[in-house]
């Protein structure tokens, strides 16, 4: 089991878990919460784990509410919203810190080993700054719905923008490459 999988977290239910608990998946973590301008994506986020769950990926949401108060709901709450609005199937975490002081060890280990994230440019980013919205750090989770893969062998290969879609192809090619 690799240093990622071994990283005790719970799920929205508050049982106990790991991402070793789908070791030999191809895993998309994803950083997630209910009020923000990009939570549409769950429907794509959904639809991609609907097509690809057969063939080994796991997609994983991990609510986080670090940016902009978007995540305010308590885990049953986020549960209900991610079933009524998007009828969301993969499975999903107690809301944790992505960023931060009190940042998970989950998403230490993965920024330690994926530092810089995949975007076909830079406009996600330059609008954040626009509205005097800056990382603290060049590593940091730039916003919610930042992607980390990790593969089938529990290495994490792949880190992507937040505006990056769950149908991108930048991001389809680096699933479809892991399975």
């Known amino acids: 089991m690799t240093a990622v999988d071994s990283i005790p977290v719970a799920k929205l ?3 106990p878990s790991s991402l070793g608990e789908w070791a030999g998946k191809v895993r998309l973590v994803v950083n997630v919460a209910s009020k923000c301008g990009l939570t549409p994506q769950y429907e794509g986020l959904e639809k991609l784990y609907t097509d690809y769950k ?3 990926l796991t997609v994983m949401g991990f609510p986080a509410n670090n940016f902009g108060a978007q995540e305010p709901g308590s885990n049953a709450e986020i549960a209900t919203f991610c079933s009524t609005h998007y009828g969301v199937s993969f ?3 107690a809301k944790i810190s992505v960023k931060g002081e009190d ?3 989950l998403y230490k280990a993965l920024i330690a080993a994926q530092p810089k994230a995949a975007a076909k440019d830079n406009s996600f980013k330059e609008r954040l700054a626009g509205y005097g919205i800056k990382p603290d ?3 940091d989770v730039l916003w919610n719905f930042e992607k980390f893969l990790v593969g089938r062998d529990g290495k994490v290969i792949g880190r992507f923008a937040p505006d990056t879609a769950a ?6 090619d680096a699933i479809e490459k892991a399975l």
């Open 167 to 172: 149908d991108d192809t930048l991001l389809k």
């Open 13 to 15: 239910d508050g049982s």
């Open 54 to 56: 057969d063939k080994g």
């Open 137 to 139: 750090n060049d590593t």
């Open 91 to 93: 499975p999903m975490f």
């Open 103 to 105: 940042q998970h060890p």
